[in-house]
């Protein structure tokens, strides 16, 4: 999504314009929300993002179906590892005094699910089965859109965390229904993902202090070369940082490395020197023998000796780091500053994210975006004190890279 791009985005007409009364309106949510061993939802952020949306048509006198993803099944039929009913589930529960909520059929097309939709009334809500039980979702096929079309006569987008998919839902499904003169619009959440994100790429607040962290550059690289151009600092930590510190002759140990990225580091070290930028990287590190509860720990200043890996950064960077967030204007944020899921190497990341709520407090636009960012605010305590925290991973990494969303594009200009 380029910076034109982006502020087109933000123009998309959005379903508080749209005339809901005794209208089906199909929501097209993301709920692809992480559940544990026994398939119970440990994280429910997407499902309540979604809300303010369904609440809205609710309340306007709209029977509203919802739809979604689910896990990554083969896309030949019904799989019950891979069911929404846990969604089901929770929707219920939070829409518990203020609609129905129902659920039906084995695939969104089947026909328990239309005599589902057919019998829907005002006020009341339907989750349809896994869109990906159908092998048609995420081929984009036109004709499976077409069958889902039927069902409604609105559309709503609400699935940031999906809207860099070219899935049928979210590409053809639209243009099928506004080709059929419906309306296909812009849901709540989208509208404000899109609103965050976009005006920090395109009008950002000085100092704009971007912090990227994870596990490799490769997974990071467009979107470093794009921040390039429009922020002031960039802070690097998590595994990432020891392949730009091998791109300085950085000893690094046993540290995850990615040999093939080195050269690439090394260009992006050079760019942010031309065009002025700064790069913070860590100056110590957390190091344990091996990434594992209770391992050896050590704290290394500079160079990391052989037989012990980064697994965090240290005290001196975490000073560094959380000064840098702390005097910024706008932060945006993607990616941890190592494997907090392992204490004692979550400190680095818990101190990011302190200072990250302090700016908040200062007045700064603060914005998260990433499944373990979002995890590690969980973690700290701090997830209600920024300004947003994005529900979407690859979708908000996407938007930092530049690139455009077919998903956007194709919904009704405001």
Known sequence: MTDAAAAAAVTRRTVDSLDAKGRTVFVRADFNVPTDDAGAITDDRRIRGALPTIESLLARGAAVVVASHFGRPAGTGFEAGESLRPVYLRLKELLAGKAEVLFAGQVPT?????AAVAALKPGQVLLLENLRFEKGEKKGDAAFAGKLATYAQAYVNDAFGASHRADASMVALPRTMRAEGKPAVAGRLLEKELRFLGAALERPQRPFVAIVGGAKVSDKLAALSNLLDKVDVIVVGGAMAYTFLRAQGVTTGSSLVEPEMVEKARGILHDAQAKGRTILLPVDHVCGRKLEAGTETTVVVGGIPDG???LDI???????FAEACRSARQVVWNGPMGAFETKP???GTMAVARAVAEATRSGA???????D???????AGLADALSHVSTGGGASL????????????ALDPA
Do not use: C, H, N, Y
């Open 110 to 114: 089947d026909a328990e699910s239309a």
């Open 308 to 310: 012990w890996m980064g």
């Open 314 to 320: 240290g005290p001196r960077s975490q000073q560094a």
């Open 345 to 347: 190497f979550d400190a």
């Open 365 to 371: 636009v603060t914005i998260a975006g990433g499944g």
């Open 373 to 379: 960012t979002a995890a590690s605010l969980d973690a």
């Open 398 to 409: 996407e938007m930092l890279e530049g690139k455009r969303f077919e998903s956007v594009d």
